[in-house]
C-alpha cells in the first residue's frame, strides 16, 4: 500500500490524501483483490484496525494497520465508524481516539469496494445508465418512466433527487438509485431517495423538490440549483423546499442573461459590510431586526440601507422592493458558486 500511495504521489504530487485513497481503490478494485487486502489496504490507509461483517454465511474479519488478521476482542471503548456496503454486508474502522478527518473517504471507499466485491457491483453498474436518463429532460417521457421502473421506483410515489460533487464527505450513504451525471457545472453524484427522507448527510449535498418519477429532471434540476447555494461550513446542505416557489423558476431559467439587479447588487457588495448586511436584510423583516441580528446600531443599519437604496435604485425594505433583493441575491449566490470547485488540501497535507 505505501508503495502505491509512493507511485501516486510521484504522479500527482499536489493531490490530497483524499484523492490519492480513491486512487488507491480503484486501482484496488481493478486488480480485483480479496477482501482481507481491501481491508488491510483501509487499515494502512487508517492507521486503525478495520473490520468486515458478512451476515450469510456467518463471518467477521478484523485487520489490523499491520496487515495481520486480529482475533482479539476489539476493546470496548474504541471509536467505531460504521457503513453498510448492503444490507448483508458491513465495514467500519476502530479507533481508540477521535475520528480522523479522511476516515470517511477510506470507509465509503471501503465500502464500494466489497460491494464490487461480492457481486453487487456489476448489477448496480448495469442499471446506472438508467439514472443519467431518468433525470435529463430532452429524453422522451416513456423513456424516463421505463427507467424508473429498471430501477425499481414506484410510479404512484413521490421521490426527490439529491446531488453532492465526487469530492463531497457522506456520513452515511442512502440506499438508492445513483450515478455520476454530467452538469453544464461539473459532473455530480446524483441519488434518488424518497420523498421523505431523512436529512442526507453529505456535505456539501442539494436536496431537490420532490416530485413522481415522470418528473424526477425538474427535482434534478432543483437539487442542482439547491447545491449551488451551499457554502460550508455554514450552510453544507441545501433543501429546495426552503426556497419555495423561485427554485423552480431558477431551474427552469437559462441561467446566464443581462439581470441588471444583480449587476448592481454586485456594486453594494464590493463594500466591506455588503455580504453581511445584504443577507441580514434578505432573512429579516425591519431594519431594527436586520441591525440586531449583525449586531451594529440601528441607525447603522439605516444609513446602509440608504446607501443600497441609491445603488440599487428601488427601497429594499419596502413592498416589491423586498421580492427584488431577495430574488438577485439568490442569483447572485448562483453565478458566483465556488461550492463545485475542488477545495485545497488542508496544510501540511
Do not use: K
Amino acid at each position: 500500500m505505501q508503495e502505491l500511495l509512493g507511485r501516486i504521489a510521484r504522479l500527482d504530487p499536489s493531490a490530497s490524501l483524499g484523492l490519492r485513497v480513491i486512487a488507491c481503490f480503484d486501482e484496488l478494485v481493478v486488480g480485483r483483490v480479496n477482501t482481507r487486502a481491501l481491508l488491510a489496504s483501509a487499515a494502512s490507509l487508517a492507521a486503525c484496525t478495520a473490520g468486515f461483517e458478512q451476515r450469510s454465511p456467518a463471518r467477521v474479519v478484523r485487520i489490523a494497520p499491520d496487515g495481520h488478521r486480529d482475533d482479539t476482542l476489539a476493546p470496548s471503548r474504541r471509536s467505531e465508524l460504521t457503513a453498510h456496503a448492503t444490507e448483508d454486508l458491513r465495514v467500519w474502522l476502530e479507533r481508540e481516539g477521535p475520528q480522523q478527518p479522511n476516515d470517511a473517504i477510506i470507509l465509503e471507499r471501503l465500502a464500494l469496494a466489497v460491494r464490487i466485491r461480492h457481486g453487487h457491483g456489476r448489477r448496480e453498474f448495469d442499471n446506472r445508465r438508467y439514472v443519467g436518463l431518468l433525470v435529463d429532460e430532452t429524453v422522451e417521457e416513456e423513456q424516463r418512466c421505463i427507467s424508473a421502473t429498471a430501477l425499481g421506483l414506484v410510479a404512484g410515489r413521490r421521490y426527490r433527487v439529491a446531488v453532492a460533487p465526487l469530492f463531497a464527505v457522506w456520513t452515511t450513504h442512502p440506499a438508492g438509485p445513483e450515478d455520476v451525471v454530467p452538469t453544464p457545472f461539473g459532473p455530480v453524484h446524483a441519488v434518488v431517495v424518497p420523498a421523505d427522507h431523512g436529512e442526507l448527510d453529505a456535505t456539501p449535498c442539494g436536496i431537490g423538490s420532490p416530485t413522481h418519477v415522470s418528473e424526477l429532471h425538474h427535482s434534478f434540476r432543483t437539487a442542482m440549483v439547491a447545491l449551488r447555494l451551499c457554502d460550508p461550513p455554514s450552510s453544507p446542505r441545501v433543501r429546495a423546499d426552503d426556497l419555495g416557489g423561485i427554485v423552480g423558476l431558477l431551474a427552469d431559467s437559462a441561467g446566464a442573461g443581462h439581470h441588471p439587479d444583480v449587476e448592481r447588487l454586485a456594486a453594494v457588495l464590493e463594500h466591506p459590510w455588503g455580504a453581511a448586511t445584504i443577507d441580514a436584510i434578505v432573512r429579516t423583516g425591519t431594519v431594527r431586526q436586520a441591525a440586531r441580528d449583525i449586531g451594529i446600531h440601528h441607525s447603522t443599519m439605516q444609513d446602509r440601507v440608504e446607501t443600497i437604496e441609491r445603488i440599487l435604485g428601488f427601497d429594499p425594505m419596502d413592498g416589491f422592493g423586498r421580492t427584488r433583493i431577495g430574488t438577485a441575491h439568490i442569483m447572485w449566490r448562483l453565478e458566483n458558486s465556488r461550492v463545485l470547485e475542488l477545495p485545497p488540501p488542508p496544510a501540511g497535507r
